[in-house]
């Protein structure tokens, strides 16, 4: 993978952790959402996984945000 493809992933991912925590949401909490394993939250998280474009809305949906607001950094 590229730099800028795996930094882009990583920035997503960085995201998404902090609207998570300003929703006051654990990672477990938003798995249990999303009905996947929380390790699965902590790989997007740290950039470790490329998630899909569907999870990418399941996650906009479980935050009650819009999806675009994933992509924001």
Do not use: C, H, P
């Given at each position: 993978?590229?730099k800028e ?69």
């Amino acid at each position: 993978m590229d730099k800028e493809k795996k930094d882009f992933i990583i920035k997503f991912g960085e995201n998404l952790q902090k609207i998570r925590k300003q929703k006051k949401l654990t990672q477990a909490q938003l798995a249990t959402d999303l009905d996947v394993e929380i390790s699965q939250i902590s790989r997007i998280e740290r950039g470790v996984l490329n998630t899909s474009i569907g999870n990418a809305y399941a996650i906009s949906k479980a935050l009650d945000i819009e999806i675009d607001e994933l992509f924001k950094f």
